[in-house]
T-cell receptor, first 114, second 113 residues
Framework: KAGVTQTPRYLIKTRGQQVTLSCSPI?????VSWYQQTPGQGLQFLFE???????NKGNFPGRFSGRQFSNSRSEMNVSTLELGDSALYLC?????????????FGEGSRLTVL | QQQVKQSPQSLIVQKGGISIINCAYE??????FPWYQQFPGKGPALLIA???DVSEKKEGRFTISFNKSAKQFSLHIMDSQPGDSATYFC????????????WGAGTKLIIKP
């Protein structure tokens, strides 16, 4: 069974640009969650999508957005990038929504903002 | 009431020793407490989880101890091995689809040969 796939794995952007990250969940999983991981802040929850609907949202500004497609693949977008957006962005898929299910994480997309 | 405090931030243990990581939570209604393990360059993966109806759960060399009255739970790694070197995250939540996990800040564990 293929795991969670995130693309791209690494990317470098400059301030003010926007970025789109992609996540393909494990087959059969309908929940996709996104997390921001930084050395000082640990894992910060961005949002969760289940069956194309946003179920939960963390405390991030509106520059961070996401969506989920009918095949459960998900994208997240960050507009008007800031230096502080440099982080590892992790995607996790789950069979269940919310905290009820085991999260299966991808290897992440490492974003550097210059 | 939604924080999970994890300590220590980093930990160095000799091979064969016992590694202990502690977490404290505030919301007494939480009923699901997982631990995730993350190796460098990888995403976190579920290691072990406990519900509050038991005080201890053991899987191989990994044990969760749970103290409901103190609102604390801890991860014990017996006979620690260099391959256990990783970052460990505790989390807590309601076993409910309307809630997300509340994560601890993580503990970087290094096992010295």
């Amino acid at each position: 069974k293929a795991g969670v796939t995130q693309t791209p794995r690494y990317l470098i952007k400059t301030r003010g640009q926007q970025v789109t990250l992609s996540c393909s969940p494990i087959s059969g999983h309908r929940s996709v969650s996104w997390y921001q991981q930084t050395p000082g802040q640990g894992l910060q929850f961005l949002f969760e999508y289940f069956s194309e609907t946003q179920r939960n949202k963390g405390n991030f500004p509106g520059r961070f957005s996401g969506r989920q497609f009918s095949n459960s693949r998900s994208e997240m977008n960050v507009s008007t990038l800031e230096l502080g957006d440099s982080a590892l962005y992790l995607c996790a898929s789950s069979f269940w929504t919310g905290a009820a299910g085991e999260l299966f994480f991808g290897e992440g997309s490492r974003l550097t903002v210059l | 009431q939604q924080q999970v405090k994890q300590s220590p931030q980093s930990l160095i243990v000799q091979k064969g020793g016992i590694s202990i990581i502690n977490c404290a939570y505030e919301n007494t209604a939480f009923d699901y407490f997982p631990w995730y393990q993350q190796f460098p360059g990888k995403g976190p993966a579920l290691l072990i989880a406990i519900r509050p109806d038991v005080s201890e759960k053991k899987e191989g060399r990994f044990t969760i101890s749970f103290n409901k009255s103190a609102k604390q739970f801890s991860l014990h790694i017996m006979d620690s091995q260099p391959g256990d070197s990783a970052t460990y995250f505790c989390a807590a939540s309601f076993m409910d689809s309307n809630y997300q996990l509340i994560w601890g800040a993580g503990t970087k564990l290094i096992i010295k040969p």
